[in-house]
């Protein structure tokens, strides 16, 4: 070994993490390459086709080498949850949709004993409840508390003076952390449009990014489909504001082609409109809410006979649904509506992102996109049908997600990525075997596939298996 060849493995030597003979791909750059990745402080420290050393070593041969994947849109906000993903390769997983508040007590829970990176949107739905109940709901859109009192938060008019309580909470959470605005709309029927469009101008204020769940529309025609798509366009033209469309495959359904195409033409004008989409043709949500109101098949282009109860995996009628809808009205549904070239349209088309839209798991039962959303679109979308490369899929999961958050949290400039100065923030997977397992019936069964899930250089997958003592996650906030 020459003098300077030694002097070189000495330097590398200081690695706490060395990932050898793995496929690099980074999205951004458009490299793909075979190369050593050194890891130290929880950085990217180098990137090299030379061998490295370091106190820790992986072998990556036959493995690609991506940056962790990044869920913009998991309801699945607990340990359990985020051990599900882990396993699928998510490393920053985040609730955007539904939000949460208070923002801080969602923060300081995670604090220290988290696997993956968290956080969270300030949630307008949580903002209405506390205005209306005093209920302080951090969790989930979905516990029975809230559920009962929906008539008072979701279904009422606001006074004026509630209005302006609401958007001066709202300033108050995105100030202490909150990653944006987050609006289930379809589940507030009463937040009227004028409401919307004064709280957007709040967050087109302060650069929050505004994540959206659209209102209702009759899924009947294209026509009526595309109402609530150009609604968010022309209130983010007209007050400034980003706004994210959530799981645009159901809420498009039969009008994809269309909604596709007028995001695409409202960005090339300027507007800052971005989407995303889960790889199920089902989705799911709480039998209880307001989006079962009366008019629920119209709008849900749907019956009885498309709600599947996951415990038992029957279809209701509509003597089951009124006895579960009363009895428990928590409980999580899946819904049978979403057409499968929908799916492939939206995963296939320039921009889209991949999202999860996890929710949480009950008695073992729930929805397999919580658990299988990534490896799904890595096996059935790039493997088999070919519908997008791997390269373009390792973006929509990874550097396009962080790039929607860049201008509310500069720390996602570091993610996304695999370059030297990037958080070390990776999924380690074999493309020819990773897949999907979970299903409508067996719902937590984990992604294989997927060895080794590093976030902040710590392996929280080693050998496809939770690392039960390692804790690296970090809350991911506004302003930092």
Known sequence: MTFAGAQALSKAAAYDLVIENGRVMDPETGTDRIADVGIAKGKIAAISKARLSGKRRIDAKGLVVAPGFIDLHSHAQYAFGYDQQAHDGVTTSLELEAGVYPVAPFYAARAGNTRINYGASVGIQGIRTNIKTGIRDNTSQSSSAVIARKAEWAETTFTPAERERERAMFREEFAAGGLGMGVLYEYLPALGR???????????????????????????????????????????????????????????????VPVLDMLD???????????????????????????????????????????????????????????????????????????????????????VMIASDAVPYANGAGHPRGSGTFARVLGVYVREKHAITLMDALGKMSLLPAKRLEQVSPAMRHKGRVQVGADADLTLFDPATVADRATYAHPILTSTGIPYVIVGGVPVVAEGEIVKTAFPGRGVKSGS
């Open 194 to 256: 004028d409401e919307l469009y004064e709280l957007m101008q709040d967050a087109a204020a302060v650069h929050a990014p505004v994540f959206v769940h659209v209102r209702a529309a009759s899924h009947a025609d294209v026509d009526n489909l595309m109402a609530p798509m150009q609604e968010m366009v022309a209130d983010a033209a007209s007050t400034g504001a980003s706004v994210h469309i959530c799981h645009i495959g159901s809420k498009s359904l039969s009008a994809i």
């Open 265 to 351: 033409h409202a960005r090339k004008r300027g507007v800052d409109v971005s989407t995303e989409v889960y790889p199920y043709d089902a989705g799911s949500t709480v039998i209880g809410s307001a989006l079962f109101n009366e008019g629920w098949r119209e709008h849900q282009g749907a019956d009885f006979k498309d709600i599947e109860w996951p415990p038992t995996g029957e279809r209701m009628t509509a003597e089951s649904f009124t006895n579960f809808r009363r009895e428990q009205p928590q409980a999580f549904v899946i819904l049978h509506t979403i057409p499968p070239k929908t799916v492939e349209v939206a995963i296939a088309h320039p921009g």
